[in-house]
C-alpha cells in the first residue's frame, strides 16, 4: 500500500502557482519524498525529491515540513501542459525497493 | 535528466505468442531497473526489479515463469509476456536507478495488445 495521501482532484488557474499537499505521517528517517507526474498515456516523469530540506529546481519547488509528516508541491506558473496525475511517494530510493504508486492527484489547469 | 527508452512503445500480438519489450537506460549505466504495469484508470503495480547479473525479484501475484525478465547488461532490461492472453494486454513501464541510487527515471511505456 502507498505511504502517502493525496486529495484525488484539483484545479488550478493557467498562471497561476499550484500547491499540490502530500500527507506521509509514517515516513522514516531515511526515505525520501519523490514527486512524478504521468501525462495520460506517458511515462512518469521525474519531478523532483527531497530528504528534509525545501528543494526547488527549473520544474518545481518541494517544501517539507520540518516533521516530515507532509510536504507540498508547487509548480510556480502552472501551464496547460502541467495537466496530469501527480504522484507523491515515499522511499529509501537506494535501489532496494521499486516506487510505489498510489492514486494520485489529477491536475487540472483550466485555461 | 536521465533517458530511459522503451521499445516497442506499441506493440499487438496474437494470443498464445510471445512477445519482447526492451528498455534501456541511454545515458547511464543501471545496476536496478523496474518493471511496472498499469491498466486503464489504475496507478502504476511494480511487478518485478530486475538485477544486472542476477535473478528478477517478481512482487507477490506476478508469475516469473509468464513474465521472464532478463538483465544482461548495465544498459538493457527485457521483459518477455509468454504465451500472452487478452488480459495480459496493458501498458509496461520500466525505470532505473540513476547515478547515486537516489533518482529513478522511467521510460515511455509500452503498450501491449493481446487479440
Known amino acids: 500500500d502507498a505511504k502517502t495521501t493525496q486529495p484525488p482532484s484539483m484545479d488550478c488557474a493557467e498562471g497561476r502557482a499550484a500547491n499540490l499537499p502530500c500527507n506521509h505521517s509514517?515516513?522514516?528517517?531515511?526515505?525520501?519524498v519523490y514527486w512524478y507526474r504521468q501525462i495520460h498515456s506517458q511515462g512518469p516523469q521525474y519531478i523532483i525529491h527531497?530528504?528534509?530540506n525545501n528543494e526547488t529546481n527549473e520544474m518545481a519547488s518541494l517544501i517539507i515540513t520540518e516533521d516530515r509528516k507532509s510536504s507540498t508541491l508547487i509548480l510556480p506558473h502552472a501551464t496547460l501542459r502541467d495537466t496530469a496525475v501527480y504522484y507523491c511517494i515515499v522511499s529509501t530510493g537506494g535501489g532496494a525497493d521499486g516506487l510505489t504508486f498510489g492514486k494520485g492527484t489529477h491536475l487540472i489547469i483550466q485555461p | 535528466g536521465a533517458v530511459v527508452s522503451q521499445h516497442p512503445s506499441r506493440v499487438i500480438c496474437k494470443s498464445g505468442t510471445s512477445v519482447k519489450i526492451e528498455c534501456r537506460s541511454l545515458d547511464f549505466q543501471a545496476t536496478t531497473m523496474f518493471w511496472y504495469r498499469q491498466f486503464p484508470k489504475q496507478s502504476l503495480m511494480l511487478m518485478a526489479t530486475?538485477?544486472?547479473?542476477?535473478?528478477?525479484?517478481?512482487e507477490q501475484g506476478v508469475e516469473k515463469d509468464k513474465f521472464l525478465i532478463n538483465h544482461a547488461s548495465l544498459t538493457l532490461s527485457t521483459l518477455t509476456v509468454t504465451s500472452a492472453h487478452p488480459e495480459d494486454s496493458s501498458f509496461y513501464i520500466c525505470?532505473?536507478?540513476?547515478?547515486?541510487?537516489?533518482?529513478?527515471?522511467f521510460g515511455e511505456g509500452s503498450w501491449l495488445t493481446v487479440v
Open positions: 530486475s538485477n544486472e547479473g542476477s535473478k528478477a525479484t517478481y
Open positions: 509514517t515516513i522514516s528517517g531515511n526515505e525520501y
Open positions: 525505470s532505473a536507478i540513476e547515478g547515486t541510487g537516489n533518482t529513478i527515471y
Open positions: 527531497g530528504l528534509k
